[in-house]
């Protein structure tokens, strides 16, 4: 009964290790995709405000 007991815990053990890890690189991934989002994020206001500035010089002429 004790090593069906340690095989349970060790399986339980195991288990919980690749959650733990598969949560980890679940975390660092959307890190990594949230900075790259609000980089493009910035570069599209950058391209809207020129394209904006653009239009209105085209339209005051």
């Known amino acids: ?6 095989i349970l ?3 339980l ?3 919980w ?3 733990s890890i598969v949560f980890l690189i679940t975390a660092i991934q959307n890190l990594i ?5 609000e ?3 910035v570069e599209k ?3 809207d405000l ?4 653009a239009r209105m010089k085209e339209l005051s002429k």
């Open 9 to 11: 815990v060790i399986i």
């Open 17 to 19: 290790l690749v959650f």
């Open 13 to 15: 053990l195991a288990i």
């Open 33 to 37: 995709n949230d900075r790259k989002r």
């Open 1 to 6: 009964m004790e090593m069906f007991q340690s």
């Open 50 to 53: 020129e394209y904006h500035e």
């Open 39 to 41: 980089q493009r994020e």
């Open 45 to 47: 206001d950058k391209r």
